[in-house]
């Protein structure tokens, strides 16, 4: 009697502990897609097209030491075969306190883009800088903004993805 006693004790309050959570859960929309191509629409970070770019590095400047390796992206290809940089997270967020308010904050990271490619037998090497913005609310955690080398190159789009083309 006893063993059957707990045993629909357990039940029920396994049963109450399974209810569901009535907070808002926050979504998150993190996942950068960059392109790089010339100016004649060469794909860049394709390393099998002659001209194109053969490592690409991530570089956290924002970290304890600059220019720490940032791990967790990689380099695929879309329905076009065209290279893109799958970014998904990696480099070290910082909060900018200026234009936090109470509902919503604002992070931001930067990191360097290293290039690397060889031109006449020659390693040639392109450090590039990307600044990442962020912002954040009880419901939502979204890349914000985008700039390359200093330039604003994407702004977003709500519903849209976040995928940026840079022309060099």
Do not use: H
């Amino acid at each position: 009697m006893k063993l059957k006693l707990s045993i629909i004790f357990s039940a029920v309050l396994l049963l109450l502990s399974c209810q569901r959570d009535e907070e808002e859960t926050q979504a998150i929309d993190q996942v950068l897609k960059l392109y790089m191509q010339n100016a004649a629409g060469q794909d860049l970070l394709n390393a099998r097209i002659p001209g194109s770019y053969t490592s690409v590095s991530l570089l956290d400047i924002l970290g304890e030491r600059d220019l720490i390796p940032i791990s967790g992206f990689s380099l695929l290809k879309d329905a076009d075969t065209l290279t893109y940089m799958d970014y998904p997270a990696g480099a070290i967020r910082l909060k900018a306190d200026s234009v936090s308010t109470a509902d919503r904050e604002i992070y931001y990271s930067r990191f360097v883009i290293s290039l690397q490619k060889t031109v006449n037998s020659a390693l040639v090497r392109d450090d590039d800088t990307i600044q990442v913005e962020y912002i954040s609310t009880p419901s939502l955690f979204q890349i914000s903004k985008l700039w390359y080398n200093d330039e604003l190159k994407f702004t977003k789009i709500p519903g849209k993805p976040n995928i940026v083309t840079i022309v060099k």
